[in-house]
């Protein structure tokens, strides 16, 4: 199952976002333990909706610095994916959402950090998106990940995959 790319006029019936894969220095990446969350599919790469006319690149360090309290000054690009990566929400979120969007598209970003573990700060800005994290090889991380997200993170694992060194 490959991540579907958007064509342009269906763009519009999916909720922007920005999606984060953070590479330490030995090449593992960073996960984080959904706040509060339950079940065997907690673990995700930070990311989050954007803000009305935002640029995608800007709204991941916004995104980042928000779930993580890492700020732009302790990452470097490594680089993106161009294209917007999608998934549908399935029934029971759908009726859940405030608004009516069939799913998410992400632009997602790669990031080498260079800081230290203790630099982080989940409590950095309310309200709290994850409780903990780890460092992951960034092949198993779309096993961890709930279904109805795994082939966009198997696509972006697989683009990203020559930061994992």
Do not use: H
């Amino acid at each position: 199952m490959s991540a579907p790319v958007l064509p342009a006029d269906e763009l519009a019936y999916y909720r922007p976002n920005a999606g984060i894969v953070l590479f330490n220095r030995d090449g593992l990446c960073w996960i984080g333990r959904r706040y509060r969350e339950t079940g065997p599919w907690v673990w995700q790469f930070p990311q989050g909706g954007m803000d009305a006319g935002e640029d995608p690149a800007e709204a991941a360090l916004r995104e980042l610095y928000e779930e993580t309290g890492i700020p732009a000054e302790q990452v470097d690009l490594l680089g993106s994916i161009e294209d917007w990566l999608a998934y549908d929400f399935p029934p029971e979120v759908l009726a859940l959402r405030k608004k009516n969007w069939k799913g998410q598209r992400q632009r997602w970003f790669a990031y080498r950090f260079l800081g230290t573990d203790s630099d982080f700060d989940l409590t950095a800005v309310p309200p709290q998106e994850f409780e903990a994290f780890r460092w992951e090889e960034l092949g198993r991380v779309p096993e961890m990940i709930i279904p109805w997200k795994r082939a966009v993170y198997q696509e972006v694992a697989r683009q990203f995959a020559k930061f994992a060194v």
